[in-house]
């Protein structure tokens, strides 16, 4: 009988001391509770992704120290540490078996991932053999995240004699990722009979956030054992000789709007903690994406200091105020109001000679936004702290923001979330406890920066909107499909020239949680200058 432990833990990009420390101090709790290996999540050591610090010889060398002094340090149980490892002129994503205080063994990732958010042939060369070990009388074998996607490296693995087959992650979260990486693996487990763990990364990077979710399947496809979602976790898992996973923990899982609240409070909180920020400013509107917004930072920095800012012209309606007021009070918060009357006026004097041209009416909008940005960015400033901003992804997508006003700040939690989808966070936040007045839910939304303005002045209605760009952007479907599936043509049209119209905003845009299968960002790479036209519409 064998004892693994799935060590589901955050991984600081860059920091290697860090990284290691806290694997030996998780290797030490392991081994104290039984365990006979501790499953790490991929490129533990160095956290996941290093991107370009990869083609840097002494990050790679540093790693490799790392690993061979924990190594050192944890000789009473093996461990399965994922790094890069360079060899023969060729770097590898790789996973280093310590056994009795040394590096016994090396398994090298065989399918590389090349797609979405992955661009790892840029750096590693593929592996090609198993590894396949025993401890205490089971035959363990191991893969590397993307090698659980195609039957061959598992199926190698079992042909190599192994029951129980570990596969290290380091997988980030979409919207019903956890389904999907629950279906491949029980494809994986009933092609091959063998017992199959798979251990994840947690915590942000950037516009990435690990879920965490590990779990051991067992050989007919059943999550026998699952570990926590978005939080660290180590789970202890055991096996008969025959490889069989006993009943064990086994977490419930969010899923909906709760598990993508609580994907944006991670990769929100891993970005202002790991980033060294104390502070964060935000624009409220009395709209409703400022006020998603407000509550996700309150809910994922309790410690840090949060400054509310209302920034009222005379377009301002006092709802929108009020509405403001209630929000901030019911979070616990101060807003300091700052009108910008005074400060536009004093501009539009300083323009008057210089904006009296076609474009001037929407000049005078955007002014006010830049006024509020700027406003923004100097508090931020004189408190050493970052500015979140509040944009939406359906605003995004159609340019349906302002470049250095409500797009100037350092991180957009919002940036993946539909405009749909933020009504639908409001009403599962206002489940846990009212934070959003109901009337921000139900009138009509506004960028307020004319008389009586409204987003449908210039959109299609959000829930048409954002059925046409969640196909567009995140299935590739082209103008023919759209309007086959029954969307107007006209629609089409406009919501496809406005996406392309607004590419050169969003490669300016501020870094965002990636909540869904292709966000803009990593996985969003479309040239500014481009004289293509798609297919007629």
Known sequence: MVTVALCQMRCVVGDIAGNARRMAAFARTAHEQGADVI??????????????????????????????????????????????????????????????????????????????????????????????????????????????????PVARAVGGGAAIVINVNASPYHRDKDRLRLDVAAARARESGATLAYVNMVGGQDELVFDGMSFVMDGRGEAVVRAAAFTEDLVIARFDPAG??????????????????????????????????????????????????????????????????????????????????????????????????????????????????????????????????TLLMTIANAHRGLVVVTSNKSELAVGYTTLYGDMAGGYAPLKDVFKTDVYALARYRNGLGQVIPERVLTRAPSAELRCDQKDSDSLPPYDMLDAVLARYIEQDWDAEQLIACGFDRPLVAEVLRLVRAAEHKRKQAPLGTRVTQRAFGRDWRYPVTVSYEPPST
């Not at 474009?359 to 936004?369: I, R, S, T, V």
Request: with cysteine.
């Open 39 to 152: 499953a790490f999540p991929e490129l533990a050591v160095t956290g996941y992704p290093p991107e370009d610090l990869l083609l840097r010889a002494d990050f790679v060398r540093r790693a490799r120290v790392a690993a061979e002094g924990l190594a050192t340090q944890c000789p009473d149980i093996d461990m399965l540490v994922g790094l890069p490892w360079a060899e023969g002129g060729r770097l590898y994503n790789a996973v280093a078996w310590a056994h009795d205080g040394v590096i016994a063994d090396l398994y090298r990732k065989q399918v590389l991932p090349n797609y979405g958010v992955f661009d790892e042939r840029r750096y590693f060369a593929a592996g090609d053999a198993p590894l396949v070990r025993t401890v205490a009388g089971n035959a363990i074998g191991v893969t590397i995240c993307e090698d659980l996607w195609e039957p061959g």
């Open 244 to 373: 069989t996973v006993l009943p064990g923990p086994k977490a419930a899982w969010p899923n909906g709007e709760h598990a993508l609240y609580e994907a944006l409070k991670l990769g929100l909180a891993d970005y202002v903690e790991r980033n060294g920020f104390e502070t964060v400013v935000l624009g409220l509107s009395g709209g409703i994406d400022s006020a998603v917004a407000l509550a996700l930072c309150r809910d994922a920095l309790p410690h840090v200091a949060l400054h509310a800012v209302m920034m009222p012209s005379r377009y301002t309606q006092a709802m929108s105020i009020e509405d403001a007021r209630s929000e901030a009070a019911a979070l616990g918060l101060d807003l300091a109001v700052v009108p910008i009357d005074t400060a536009y006026e004093a501009l539009a004097a300083t323009l008057c000679d210089l904006w009296d041209g076609p474009g001037q009416a929407l000049a005078a909008e955007n002014l006010q936004a830049r006024i509020r940005g």
